[in-house]
């Protein structure tokens, strides 16, 4: 029965030995990557790459400085996108030492050649030349704004708007200046101007005082 206590002990010592072994090489073979990838020609930083442990369905976003930072085991293939890019791919070497390690990726631009394509807003192209003669499209809020700081728009609004708070205060204040010019006296009378007889003969000429219902 002793014997048989002993054997047991010693097998759960073996078993718990291979797991604390086991356990100890998988975090010596996990490493950190801080790294940033750059375009090939220019040394630009690329940013918002993807970057993706291959095969393992998990993987990190870059900044918007290109800056990147993804923990993985010594032996994984990290893959590198983004649009206008090629793929790009990276595989960690085993034989690393440490638990950190830095990684400048270089991406080189990739062009896509697109072919022709014409749009049009109507099924035939004489449907779209009548529309273009003869469509009346309304104006867009820049054409509208356009309009309305117009010169002679601006002009018209000046004539016709009512005045603001400001404007009925400034024209009150100068009556009121007016006043307390001639304050306790006669205000001046414009019957002895000789300005406003000179008016009053120019219209007399022209008939402006002529009764045009005589006729």
Known sequence: MLNTRVSLLALIVCILSGLHA??????????????????ADSLRAVPNAVILVK????????????????VVYKGDTLQ???LGFRTKEYVVPADLKG??????????QDTFYLPETIIRPLPSKEQFDYAFKHWRIPDDKYEIARKNTNALMLRALA???PRDGRENQAAYQNIEKVNATYYGQQKPMNIFSPIAWGKFFEAWKRGDFRNKNAY
């Open 22 to 39: 086991g356990a100890q090489e998988q975090d010596e073979n996990i490493i950190q990557i801080n790294g940033v990838l750059m375009t």
């Open 55 to 70: 095969n393992k369905n998990r993987g990190v976003e870059a900044s918007n400085l290109g800056v990147f930072s993804i």
């Open 80 to 82: 590198f996108s983004q």
């Open 99 to 108: 638990h950190y390690f830095s990684l400048i990726q270089l991406m080189t």
């Open 159 to 161: 004539y016709t708007l």
